[in-house]
């Protein structure tokens, strides 16, 4: 069907509008777990942090 | 007949043990890297179909090849919004919390997917109409959609106690849901630039076999995507939610 990887890129004359959107579509599929990865990263790291803190606490009154 | 009582029984002791946070996290921790392993596959297979095996159109050229992104796209920013406002019911009727979690964790995949038909829609729309945009019925009734997923989350993030924000959202949720019939039978009820449905149960499709094809590959790796991130986001949710429960200080990932 495409006889050159320019001729692919090229789409037809539609590469901006193309490219656009399958830019754009995997830029926010991808970034999106990221951010979720983060936020769930954060919360485990607080969980720790408030862990440690328990058992510091613990360790003093004793 | 004993035997029979006592395995419904179990059953649905199963299934409500499910449905309490603390069993639900592991669970869907186990069910994370599957849902990526689908999304890959028919991510994968989707995008060779639509870039090497869809023939070229005979109007649009290659430009129609942004259908393969964009029909997905606005398939499950319609049907996310009516899986979010069910979990949302669901919590407000059966006042469970991970349903509203679940709610929660969904809302931002479909405003993703909402943005997602909008902005492929703008970029289709140059090229073939002329216009980024046209106040039409389904285009402006999307753009609504997207609206109504921005207010349940703003809405959710405004109210600080969080069983009041779960009940706020999900009447939010419940009454927008006239709006997914009214995008998808927008462009039969009113005159609109945007064209018909290419894929409907009752006609044949009015497309090559292989475009088809293509579509629903790229539909199932946009819906395996949305599970896997909405399971993420439900795990983090839950955290934060019940950050002080005896259950999550006894994680091993909490533990160190």
């Known amino acids: 069907m495409w006889n050159s990887p320019a ?56 | 007949m004993n035997e029979v009582n006592h395995l419904s029984k179990t059953r649905w002791f199963n299934w409500l043990k499910l449905s309490s946070p603390s069993t639900f996290y592991p669970v869907a921790g186990k069910l994370i890297p599957i849902f990526w392993i689908l999304t890959a596959i028919f991510g994968i297979a989707g995008l ?50 991970l349903s509203a979690m679940m709610a929660q964790a969904l809302a931002p995949v479909g405003a993703w997917m909402a943005f997602l038909s909008l902005w492929t829609g703008a970029f289709w729309g140059k090229p073939m109409w ?25 809405l959710q993030a405004s109210i600080d106690n969080p069983r009041r924000a779960d009940k706020a959202g999900a ?28 894929v409907s149960v009752t006609k044949a499709p009015a497309m090559a076999q292989t475009m088809l094809w293509g579509m629903l590959l790229m539909a199932l790796c946009f819906w395996m995507y949305s599970i896997a991130v909405g399971l993420m986001r439900v795990r983090a949710i839950i955290l934060e939610r019940e950050a002080h429960a005896d259950w999550v200080r006894q994680l091993s990932e909490v533990k160190i």
């Open chain 2, 48 to 97: 060779w179909v639509s870039f090497f095996v869809a023939p070229v159109d005979a109007v649009q050229g290659q430009g129609y090849r942004i259908i393969f992104i964009h029909v997905p796209a606005s398939w499950m920013s319609m049907f996310l919004y009516l899986v979010m406002a069910a979990w949302a019911g669901l919590g407000l009727v059966f006042n469970t919390r």
């Open chain 1, 7 to 62: 001729e692919f890129f090229a789409m037809g004359g539609y590469a901006l509008y193309v490219w656009s959107s399958f830019g754009v579509c995997a830029l926010v599929l991808i970034l999106e777990p990221l951010f979720v990865r983060a936020r769930y990263k954060a919360i485990v790291r607080r969980l720790q942090e408030e862990r440690l803190a328990e058992q510091f606490d613990q360790e003093n009154i004793e």
């Open chain 2, 171 to 198: 009447i939010l949720a419940l009454v927008g849901v006239v709006n997914v019939p009214i995008i998808y039978f927008s462009v039969k009820w009113w005159n609109t630039l945007h064209q018909g449905a290419s």
């Open chain 2, 130 to 154: 002329g216009a980024w945009w046209v106040w039409d019925a389904r285009l402006t009734s999307e753009l609504i959609l997207l609206f109504l997923y921005l207010g349940f989350i703003a």
